[in-house]
């Protein structure tokens, strides 16, 4: 046994110190070299968790950036070829629709044309479609000339049913309130194609349609708004249905037949004379004057409105002398009480207003803002005055409002 330390690594201890020694060390350190090389191409890295990381983030962003290019370019494509098929174009409507609209169809009109505007007017989503639908179910018809009652956005089939319907189409007639009587026979007459002279011949037929002696003509009974006619309608069957809303009114609002003659007459006098938030006051003003004649007044209406009805015109200046012209049965200036008949027809508000007046102490009231109908009550003639000052100065800044 030795306690000396060995001076090889093999650990046998015979191993000679010198040349062959080094030869063998130096042989193994060139191989271990070259392997140390070859080994060095495959080495493995220690990745960290933070690189792991950024790798995995960046490998997502490139997917996400080319499913993001590939979709852009899906919907250009799609786009392109929708907008030359057009594949994404809405070939009809869904259902019985949505607002209603009044819709026109002029004699002559072809199916193509009728489409066109129907598809317009957003009735229809597609002309064509609405065409094809038409000469499926009615290959050998056509529409009739008239007004029909529609929705927009119709299904093209709810739309040719409501076309065809029998009877569907109608006379359109817009009667506005303050509109006198023949007026009305010019609308009724450019409405249906009836000639106007038919109108004028059943104005004074007061028997006919059952309207007290005590009216001179048929003003007052056309009732105001919106008529739908049969296409076959008569001039007697048109001023009948109009005269009937104007007497449904009247009862609606109790009216006897004994008042009929003051509440109409009243009613087209508020009318001219108010807005719809004042004819209760207005109506009340009137009856004030009518029943006090030893009042300020003396029982003198004195509506410009009358008066000018009387004369034929359409203004709201009167001449002294206009005013003093007792000749003039219409003349509420000249001549005390109501006039000798209505001086247009009222509507239900104007009509509600006269059967039921407002009670007030008001004798006087002007209008002194025609744009908006402000309109200014007075108990005295003075108060009055002051008033009537203001409605000059309106004119005054208003030029051609007045005439």
Same mark, same amino acid.
């Given at each position: 046994?030795?306690?000396?330390?060995?001076?090889?690594?093999?650990?046998?201890?015979?191993?000679?110190?010198?040349?062959?020694?080094?030869?063998?060390?130096?042989?193994?350190?060139?191989?271990?070299?070259?392997?140390?090389?070859?080994?060095?191409?495959?080495?493995?890295?220690?990745?960290?968790?933070?690189?792991?990381?950024?790798?995995?983030?960046?490998?997502?962003?490139?997917?996400?950036?080319?499913?993001?290019?590939?979709?852009?370019?899906?919907?250009?494509?799609?786009?392109?070829?929708? %907008? &030359? *098929?057009?594949?994404?174009?809405? !070939?009809? =409507?869904?259902?019985?629709?949505? /607002?209603?609209?009044?819709?026109?169809?002029?004699?002559?009109?072809?199916?193509?044309?009728?489409?066109?505007?129907?598809?317009?007017?957003?009735?229809?989503?597609?002309? %064509? &479609? *609405?065409?094809?639908?038409?000469? !499926?179910? =009615?290959?050998?018809?056509?529409? /009739?000339?008239?007004?029909?009652?529609?929705?927009?956005?119709?299904?093209?089939?709810?739309?040719?049913?409501?076309?065809?319907?029998?009877?569907?189409?109608?006379?359109?007639?817009?009667?506005?309130?303050?509109?006198?009587?023949?007026?009305?026979?010019?609308?009724?007459?450019?409405?249906?194609?009836?000639?106007?002279?038919?109108?004028?011949?059943?104005?004074?037929?007061?028997?006919?349609?059952?309207?007290?002696?005590?009216?001179?003509?048929?003003?007052?009974?056309?009732?105001?708004?919106?008529?739908?006619?049969?296409?076959?309608?008569?001039?007697?069957?048109?001023?009948?249905?109009?005269?009937?809303?104007?007497?449904?009114?009247?009862?609606?609002?109790?009216?006897?037949?004994?008042?009929?003659?003051?509440?109409?007459?009243?009613?087209?006098?508020?009318?001219?004379?108010?807005?719809?938030?004042?004819?209760?006051?207005?109506?009340?003003?009137?009856?004030?004057?009518?029943?006090?004649?030893?009042?300020?007044?003396?029982?003198?209406?004195?509506?410009?409105?009358?008066?000018?009805?009387?004369?034929?015109?359409?203004?709201?200046?009167?001449?002294?002398?206009?005013?003093?012209?007792?000749?003039?049965?219409?003349?509420?200036?000249?001549?005390?009480?109501?006039?000798?008949?209505?001086?247009?027809?009222?509507?239900?508000?104007?009509?509600?207003?006269?059967?039921?007046?407002?009670?007030?102490?008001?004798?006087?009231?002007?209008?002194?803002?025609?744009?908006?109908?402000?309109?200014?009550?007075?108990?005295?003639?003075?108060?009055?005055?002051?008033?009537?000052?203001?409605?000059?100065?309106?004119?005054?800044?208003?030029?051609?409002?007045?005439?």
């Amino acid at each position: 046994m030795s306690d000396e330390p060995r001076d090889n690594a093999t650990g046998d201890g015979n191993t000679p110190h010198g040349s062959n020694g080094d030869e063998l060390s130096s042989s193994h350190a060139s191989d271990g070299g070259s392997h140390s090389q070859l080994a060095g191409s495959f080495e493995h890295h220690e990745v960290t968790p933070e690189q792991r990381k950024r790798r995995q983030a960046r490998s997502r962003a490139s997917m996400t950036t080319a499913i993001a290019l590939f979709v852009a370019a899906l919907i250009v494509v799609v786009a392109v070829l929708g %907008s &030359t *098929f057009g594949l994404f174009e809405r !070939k009809d =409507y869904h259902g019985s629709g949505d /607002q209603d609209v009044t819709f026109s169809v002029a004699d002559g009109s072809t199916t193509g044309q009728i489409a066109q505007d129907l598809e317009s007017q957003d009735i229809v989503a597609d002309a %064509s &479609t *609405f065409v094809s639908t038409f000469q !499926k179910k =009615y290959p050998e018809d056509f529409i /009739q000339p008239g007004e029909y009652q529609l929705k927009t956005r119709m299904s093209s089939e709810d739309v040719v049913n409501s076309l065809m319907e029998k009877e569907a189409a109608t006379h359109y007639a817009a009667i506005p309130k303050t509109q006198r009587m023949d007026d009305t026979f010019t609308a009724l007459s450019e409405a249906t194609g009836i000639d106007r002279s038919e109108f004028e011949k059943l104005a004074k037929q007061k028997e006919t349609f059952g309207i007290p002696e005590q009216f001179p003509n048929l003003e007052g009974w056309l009732h105001p708004g919106e008529y739908h006619f049969p296409l076959d309608a008569t001039a007697e069957q048109i001023l009948q249905e109009m005269v009937d809303r104007t007497r449904a009114t009247l009862e609606k609002n109790n009216v006897p037949e004994d008042r009929w003659f003051e509440v109409l007459t009243v009613g087209s006098i508020v009318e001219f004379e108010g807005t719809p938030q004042n004819y209760p006051s207005v109506a009340g003003a009137i009856e004030n004057r009518m029943n006090n004649p030893d009042g300020e007044t003396s029982g003198f209406i004195q509506s410009d409105a009358s008066v000018t009805y009387g004369l034929g015109k359409k203004t709201v200046h009167l001449t002294e002398e206009e005013k003093k012209d007792k000749s003039n049965p219409y003349n509420t200036y000249a001549n005390p009480g109501l006039p000798v008949g209505p001086i247009g027809s009222p509507s239900d508000d104007a009509i509600a207003a006269a059967a039921n007046p407002e009670k007030n102490d008001y004798y006087y009231w002007v209008t002194v803002n025609l744009d908006t109908g402000e309109t200014k009550f007075a108990k005295t003639y003075e108060e009055h005055q002051k008033y009537v000052q203001e409605y000059q100065q309106w004119c005054a800044d208003n030029e051609g409002k007045c005439s």
